[in-house]
């Protein structure tokens, strides 16, 4: 379960990323938020990982209370929330397999687990065939797969992801969200930024719209509600 | 988490980034390599300093000339009281029959003083009696003591050069070196530390996306850290390799043509280096390594805060 209490974020010198936000996602939840650019999403993102501290108020995952964990922890509460950005961030001169691997071997786990673990999730995302190609020879939607499945290595709780589909078409989109839709399904929470009307729409899940740092309107069963 | 895997790719990941801006690397090991060789060559001034003040107070003594015709019992018996001083670490008696043999032997192409001496019907020279002193300051009191009435009726002439301007002048010569040394040691410390840490940030930078995906998937910092802290171990102990190998072969080249100045075949240079090879490297490479260690420590540093 996460939950915020009366977060806010002030960036430096006196710019409001988000102001007095109260959020209570639960587990296995598949969330979606969204909110005109400068709203305060990707601040939100960035909260949720760390990335940024809050500026006042408390922010819970699964019990921890991560309002102000100390650096050393980081990499722990990383290894529990899967993070995909819009911009792939994967590393050109690793194949597909050994950027998956990467992951795993940061964290110490021992080279025959890692054997074991790339494949299945390669497997997920349904690129096992293509685990020796570099990202270059991916196409875009395929390479935005590769970073969930990196981002699957760890079995996450939850799985963030910050405009997954924004450098995406229709199709690599579509494909991108039933991806996300299957981890979900498994149990997985999934916290999904996007400015896509069309996704969000055909999701029927909850969505939260963020306007001006402040959460506009929060619905169970929500629509995009944003003028396009 | 296996300690073994992780060095192991820890390992693997500062090798990496050494091979990768290889110029930079071999760059930043010509600096360490300068600055080790200050370390160095001040050593090995040092030793040839140190090495010809020793051979200077060797050839101090006192010659003590007795009056020909002075029986032996008398010499032996200053020999006998001298050698008896604490201070004395050696007396020897040259008699007067070996004093004129060495005197001919000298001459020897002299025929003016060979005619001379062939007029004499007795030896006109008396026996020597040559003092070493245990240090350069006890001559004095040496010279002191010879004034014993038991034997000092005999004496002819005292023979004392303490060579005092010279050593003098050799340790003055060895101050300044070390005062001058250990200006440019500290500079090039300096400069090292500086460059490594340079060198450390490039390498960061070449490595930023790296970087920043391994934060994102959860590595720990001493993860991120612990190549960027070994490269720089790597080239301080390459610089440390080279180092060894140019200092010891320059001492073997230096140490025979040096030889002249000293009265003995060589300066010493070798024999130093070899005898102390093993600690000095220890000693260099530990704090060459600490500190290039500490520079990339904090080179990466300013990176992982947030
Ligand atoms: N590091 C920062 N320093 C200062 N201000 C920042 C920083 N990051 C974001 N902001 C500001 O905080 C506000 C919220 O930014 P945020 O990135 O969360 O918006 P967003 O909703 O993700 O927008 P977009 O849809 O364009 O990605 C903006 O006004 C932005 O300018
Ligand atoms: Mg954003």
């Given at each position: ?10 960036y430096y010198p006196n710019v409001h990323g988000l102001t007095n936000i109260n959020l209570t996602i639960q587990p296995g939840e598949f969330v979606s938020v969204v909110g ?114 990196r981002s699957l290595v760890h079995r996450p709780r939850v799985l963030l992801a910050d405009e997954p589909t924004g450098n995406l078409d229709t199709i690599n989109t579509r ?54 | ?221 001493a993860f991120v850290r612990s190549p960027f802290v070994l490269e720089g171990v790597f080239l301080a102990l390459f610089a440390l390799g080279v180092t060894s190998v140019a ?60």
């Amino acid at each position: 379960m996460i939950t915020l209490e009366n977060v806010s974020k002030i960036y430096y010198p006196n710019v409001h990323g988000l102001t007095n936000i109260n959020l209570t996602i639960q587990p296995g939840e598949f969330v979606s938020v969204v909110g005109q650019s400068g709203a305060g999403k990707t601040t939100l993102a960035k909260l949720l990982i760390a990335e940024e501290r809050p500026t006042r108020g408390k922010i819970m995952i699964g019990g921890w209370d991560i309002t102000k964990i100390p650096a050393r922890d980081v990499p722990f509460l990383r290894r529990q929330i899967g993070v995909i950005f819009q911009d792939f961030k994967l590393l050109p001169q690793k194949t597909v397999y050994e950027n998956v691997a990467f992951a795993l071997e940061v964290a110490g786990i021992p080279s025959r687990r890692i054997r074991e673990v790339v494949p299945q999730v390669l497997k997920i995302v349904g690129l096992d065939e293509k685990a020796a190609r570099f990202p270059r020879q991916l196409s875009g939607g395929e390479q935005q797969r590769v970073v969930i499945a990196r981002s699957l290595v760890h079995r996450p709780r939850v799985l963030l992801a910050d405009e997954p589909t924004g450098n995406l078409d229709t199709i690599n989109t579509r494909e991108i969200i039933e991806l996300l839709q299957k981890i979900n399904a498994f149990g997985t929470t999934v916290v999904l930024v996007t400015h896509n009307r069309e996704v969000v729409n055909s999701l029927r899940r909850r969505v939260i719209t963020l306007s001006c740092g402040q959460v506009a309107a929060d619905h169970a069963e929500g629509k995009y509600l944003l003028p396009s | 988490m296996s300690l073994f895997v992780n060095s192991w790719r820890i390992i693997a990941a500062a090798w990496k980034h050494f091979s990768r801006n290889l110029w930079l690397a071999l760059t930043t090991v010509f600096v360490l390599v300068l600055s080790l060789l200050s370390v160095n060559v001040l050593l090995g001034v040092n030793v040839l300093l140190s090495n010809a003040v020793r051979q200077l107070e060797d050839k101090i003594d006192v010659s003590v000339y007795f009056k020909s015709e002075t029986p032996v019992a008398v010499v032996e018996q200053a020999k006998f009281f001298m050698t008896s001083l604490p201070q004395v670490k050696d007396a020897t008696v040259v008699t007067a029959e070996k004093a004129l043999e060495d005197f001919k032997k000298l001459h020897a192409d002299d025929p003016k003083i060979m005619s001379a001496l062939a007029e004499l019907d007795q030896n006109p020279l008396g026996a020597v009696l040559i003092i070493k002193a245990r240090q350069t300051t006890d001559y004095p009191f040496l010279l002191e003591a010879l004034n014993n009435p038991q034997f000092d009726f005999a004496i002819e002439s005292k023979n004392y050069d303490d060579h005092s301007d010279t050593i003098n002048r050799v340790r003055d010569i060895s101050r300044s070196v070390q005062v001058f040394g250990a200006v440019l040691i500290a500079v090039f410390a300096l400069f090292s530390i500086l460059i490594v840490f340079n060198t450390i940030r490039v390498a960061i930078y070449t490595q930023r996306e790296e970087i920043g995906i391994m934060r994102l998937v959860g590595a720990s910092n001493a993860f991120v850290r612990s190549p960027f802290v070994l490269e720089g171990v790597f080239l301080a102990l390459f610089a440390l390799g080279v180092t060894s190998v140019a200092v010891y072969s320059a001492a073997v080249y230096v140490d025979p043509r040096l030889g002249g100045m000293f009265d003995g075949a060589n300066a010493g240079l070798v024999a130093y280096f070899t005898a102390e090879g093993w600690r000095l490297a220890l000693i260099e490479g530990g704090v060459l390594a600490g500190l290039v260690a500490l520079s990339s420590w904090a080179a990466v540093g300013k990176y992982l805060k947030k």
